[in-house]
C-alpha cells in the first residue's frame, strides 16, 4: 500500500495510495531486499494505484517460486485519491480476481482476500464469488479485511477463511 505516491507527488503515509511510485527502481530494490532478508508474505490490492501495485509486485519478485507468497486484495472501487468505495457484486469480484492474476503475471493468487463487505450484497454471495475462483484454482487461500466476528463467522458458512485483515 505504501509504494504508492499521490496524485500530485509523493506524499509518504499520507499519501493517497492513487499512483504509482515516482521512484519505481527504489520500490523494486525495496521488495527485492525485503525477500532476500526472509520476508516471505507481500501483500497488495488491485485498488492500490489502481493496479499499480499489483505490476510492481510482479516486475520487482515474478517468478514467485516457493520464497514468497503473494496476497491481494478486490472489492473496492476507487474513483478519486480520496475514495474508497466497497463494490461487492459477485461478477466485480471475479472481474478484478482475474485482472489481479493477469498484473500479478500468476495462474493462481496465494492469498485472496475481499477489502471490505458490501452490504448491498450478501455475504455469502460475496464469499462465494471468492470460493468459486478458489475451485477453479486460481485462489488457494479466501481472507477478508476490516470485518467483525459476526461477519466472519457468516463468511465461514460459505468458505474457509484463512486470514483476516483488521486495524
Do not use: C
Not at 505516491?5 to 520500490?27: C, K, M, N, V
Not at 509486485?57 to 516457493?66: F, I, K, M, N, T
Not at 514468497?68 to 478486490?74: E, G, H, L, M, Q
Not at 477453479?136 to 484463512?162: C, F
Amino acid at each position: 500500500m505504501r509504494l504508492a505516491d499521490g496524485p500530485d507527488a509523493p506524499g509518504g503515509a499520507s499519501a493517497p495510495i492513487w499512483t504509482p511510485p515516482a521512484d519505481r527502481a527504489a520500490a523494486i530494490a525495496l521488495l527485492r531486499e525485503a525477500v532476500e532478508l526472509g520476508v516471505n508474505l507481500v501483500d497488495t490490492a488491485d485498488a492500490y494505484a489502481l493496479g499499480a501495485g499489483e505490476e510492481l509486485v510482479a516486475e520487482a519478485l515474478h517468478p514467485y517460486g516457493d520464497a514468497v507468497a503473494v496476497s491481494t486484495k478486490v472489492g473496492v472501487l476507487r474513483p478519486s485519491p480520496t475514495e474508497w468505495v466497497p463494490l461487492g457484486h459477485p461478477s466485480y469480484l471475479r472481474q478484478q480476481a482475474e485482472l489481479s492474476l493477469r498484473r500479478l503475471r500468476t495462474d493462481r493468487i496465494d492469498l485472496l482476500h475481499l477489502h471490505r463487505l458490501d452490504l448491498a450484497y450478501p455475504i455469502a454471495d460475496q464469499v462465494g464469488a471468492l470460493a468459486q475462483l478458489q475451485q477453479e484454482g486460481k485462489v488457494r487461500h479466501i481472507g477478508l479485511s476490516e470485518v467483525t466476528v459476526e461477519q466472519l463467522e457468516e463468511a465461514r458458512r460459505t468458505a474457509p477463511i484463512a486470514a483476516v485483515q483488521n486495524l
